[in-house]
């Protein structure tokens, strides 16, 4: 629960300020405006856990050293930061911080809530009676306050509907955390085992472990029993 009112209260501000502002700059943009919308609005009919793979494929380590020094391959996202002379960061995998999961989690409900937003705001500037800017040209209105004191006035219904719909919708977020971690809810379930002081192996350290605990074990050597022969030739004997 803890999660979820986190990232719902994360997600939903910065997803619908961000809708606004590329509403508004597409609904300025007259060339391509239609295709602009047609590639915003592609992430909402596509399916979201195949977003999440793809995502998940982005924030991916391959190959990361026990050390966390070397990898084979350290990502796309993780090329970009090493390019502009950052350092890699453990997003997902093994061990990986919950801040850092949060943040790709932040991201992809971002990006995936944008469209549907992008789409209701847009229309609703372009419902607004163009004669509020006009008048506001004629004054000399800077951009900013026409921003603020016309266009968020006026979609005011649209915004509190986005909103609330956001808020429904993140307490109901699923498919993305699947997308991204799979089924088994990522490094959650590491770190707490880790917290129980469990250690968890892989196969292959577990066929390692096995192998030099055999060799380790010397065999047992089995106790001769004096047979009924040999008394009777102590017997003799003695």
Known sequence: LKNTVLLTFLTVPLSTLLALLIAVALNSIKPLQKFLQTIFFLPYVTNSIAIGMVFAAMFNIIGLSPDGARAESWGIINNVIMFFGGDPINWINAQSSYAANIAVMTVYIIWNALPFKILILLGGLQSINKQYYDAAKVDSTPKRRVFTHITVPLLSPMLAYVIITGFIGGFKEYTSIVGIFGENMGPAKLQKAQKLGITILSEEEFMALISSAELTVEP??????????????????F
């Open 220 to 237: 047992k050597q089995e106790e001769t029993k004096p047979t009924t022969e040999n008394t009777a030739i102590q017997g003799t004997l």
